[in-house]
Every structure is written in C-alpha cells, then in structure tokens.
C-alpha cells in the first residue's frame, strides 16, 4: 500500500488526506476511518483524539519507539531516576529528523503510558526509572480499607501505567516509587503497591469517603486491564471479623462470592473466626451500590459478550453491487453501522494491496464494494 512503502517517517495529516484522495477516497470520515484502522493495526500512529498528535500521522512506528527508547534508555536519564525535562530531550532528539518533532515525540511517550509531567511544571517522570525502593512515610493502620487483585499472569508494569494515569493525585512529596505510590483526593489517602513476584496488587485507602478514590482508581485500572485482553484475575477483600483484622494472613472473600451472598442474604462465614459476617457491610465499603456494581467489577474472570460479526462474499459488478450496498443499508438502519464499515476498509485494504490499482482485478474476484476498495476508481471491472 502506498503508506507503507513512502520512506517518510511521518507525514502531516493534511498530507495523509491528500495521499487518500490520490487513491480513490472522497470523504474525510471515511480517511479518518482508514487512519484509525491502520493506527488499531499498528501500521502507522495516529492519535485523532490527541489535540497535538491528530496533526501528524507517524508512518513508520519504529521511528516513534525508537525516540522514545532513546530517552528511556538515556544515561542522564536513568542517573536522575527517571526525572528530565526540556533540556534533556533536546540533548537527546538533537538530530534533525527529530528536533522538529520534540513536542509530538514528548506527547508520544505521555499517550504510551511511559511518562507524565509534574503539574504545574515542565518536569517530567517516567515511573519505569523512579526508585525501586519504597520511601518512608508514615501511614496510620487504623480503620483501612483493603482491596487485593491477584493475576493468574500478572503484566508488568500496571502500577506504572496506573502512576501516570493518576499522577495529578499522587501526595506530594517523595510518595512515588517504581512499584507503588501514594494518592489523595480530599481527605482519603490510597496507598497502592505491586508485588510482581506474588503477583499481587494491594489497594489501601484510608480517611474521608474512600470509596470515591477507589471508583477513580477503579476506572484507570479497568482501563488498563482492558489493554491486556487474556487477563485473568481475582479481586479480594479481607474479613472483617476480630480475629482477622490483627491476623497477618486475614480470610479473604472474593468479590464474586460477596456478591453472591449479598444476592442470597445469608452471613458469609469467616473460615478464621468461624462466625458469620454480613457481606453486604463488607461491600458497602466499596461501593455505594454492591449489587449494583457487580459484574466486571467483581472480577475479570467473566468473557466479554461476543461481538456478532457479518460477512458477504459476492462477485463484483453487475446487480451484485447495489444488493450488497442495500443489505448495508438496512444493517445501517438497524445500528449494524460499525461492525459492517470495519469489515469493508478490512477488504479496502487487502484490495488495493493486491490489485495494485494498476491491474484490474479479475472479473470472477470477490469484493466489498466498489467504493471501498481504495483503488476503486483504478479497478475497471
Ligand atoms: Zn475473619
């Protein structure tokens, strides 16, 4: 495809339009579909929700990561534990086929999760470099709110992403560290550390109405989890019973089966104490609906619902044409729109990959439309 085979590292995204139209494309939505196509595929980077990046369209990906990596892997860099700014990165993108692109490499290495900017300043920080070793603050054991996620295979680096998805919360002061940081919103702290060895993920939070920076941390870590589609993991949280709350290795209930008792109304039994205990008190801390916020919430145990998918094969030319694009229609009427676009610029691509535009494809070839071949108008069958 054309894209592929320009020797540019990027091009503007005026450029890329102008580049569409050249092979057959008329409408702009449709060269912003083609482009966050090839952005899902990872042909090209094209951030279209990104105020600075949605003007450039990076063709070859590797010129991206390679900038990127330079930084990261930059000595000065490393020395400062992951802390740089300005200077630094016009030291290291020095050369001209960076320096002209420090601002979108920068923003780059923000939408990759790698770093963030320290607010109110023009420092920034890329967790992977901060200190291994957790600083020492002080932090009150009373009346804590515990959360547990346990991975069946844990990705690495989640309380890195997490660090930069939240970094406008972190406490002030020296609260960050490769694997764990301290957050506040009001007057709740939440303390969040990773263990990669037990393959766990702690959550404490503490003070105020800590379910509010829990739904916060909540929704990053959804994100995350959402990024890593094979992931499977357990959510616990401790007893709450005398016994445990002094114990080192506490009972814990999954949120599922808390769940399942709130549903039921019967008393959860501590397998520590024995006594029974009220699982909807003990999802009340989490959450200010339990029943309501079971599900995903519970667990990443649950597939996703299976998208259903249509495919028509059909010769091109001749009546064949405007059925198809009748049976689009119709889907269109029925909300079937996204699945059935996708599935067209999926041939669009294979299309003009394989007839070239420079050779007609052969009569008995099945195609989509005429309109979504990127080399349609090339096409004269
Ligand atoms: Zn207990």
């Given at each position: 495809m054309a894209l592929e085979s320009d020797s540019r590292d990027h091009v503007s995204a005026e450029e890329f339009f102008r580049i569409c139209e050249a092979h057959g494309f008329d409408r702009r939505q449709d060269m912003l579909q083609l482009g966050g196509y090839l952005h899902d595929l990872g042909i090209c980077l094209f951030f279209?929700?990104?105020?600075?990046?949605?003007?450039?369209?990076?063709?070859?990906?590797e010129w991206g990561t390679g900038a990127v990596y330079r930084a990261l892997d930059d000595p000065k860099i490393i020395r400062n534990l992951g802390v740089f700014g300005p200077a630094d990165l016009k030291r290291i993108w020095h050369e001209p086929a960076y320096a002209s692109m420090r601002a979108e490499l920068l923003q780059l290495m923000v939408r990759f999760g790698l770093c963030y900017r320290v607010?109110?300043?023009?420092t920034f920080v890329a967790p992977q470099l901060l200190s291994p070793t957790r600083p020492s603050y002080a932090w009150d054991d009373a009346d804590n709110l515990l959360l547990r996620y346990e991975y069946d295979v844990m990705p690495k680096g989640i309380v890195r992403r997490l660090i930069v998805a939240l970094?406008?919360?972190?406490?002030?002061?020296?609260?960050?560290w490769r694997t764990g940081v301290l957050l506040r919103h009001d007057l709740t702290q939440a303390e969040i550390i990773e263990d990669y060895r037990r393959r766990r993920l702690t959550i404490r939070l503490r003070g105020g109405d800590p379910r509010i920076l829990l739904a916060m941390i909540d929704r990053e870590l959804a994100a995350v989890h959402r990024s890593y589609p094979a992931i499977r993991f357990e959510k616990y949280r401790p007893c709450d019973c005398d016994r445990c709350a002094v114990a080192v290795e506490p009972t814990m209930f999954t949120i599922g089966e808390l769940m399942d008792f709130v549903v039921d109304g019967s008393g959860i039994q501590c397998r520590r104490s024995r006594t029974l205990r009220d699982a909807a008190a003990l999802l009340h801390g989490l959450y200010k609906d339990p029943v309501q916020s079971s599900g995903s919430a519970a667990s990443g145990r649950t597939a996703p619902a299976a998208q259903p998918e249509i495919f028509v094969s059909y010769k091109w030319g001749g009546d064949a044409d405007a059925l198809v694009d009748e049976i689009q229609q119709r889907m269109s009427e029925r909300g079937c729109t996204s699945p059935a676009t996708a599935t067209r610029w999926t041939t669009a691509i294979r299309s003009s990959s394989s007839c070239g535009g420079s050779e007609p494809a052969s009569a008995s070839s099945s195609c989509w439309t005429r309109r979504t071949c990127a080399r349609g108008t090339a096409c004269t069958n």
């Open positions: 279209q929700d990104d105020e600075l990046l949605s003007r450039t369209v990076v063709l070859k990906p607010p109110g300043s023009e970094h406008d919360l972190i406490e002030p002061g020296d609260n960050v």
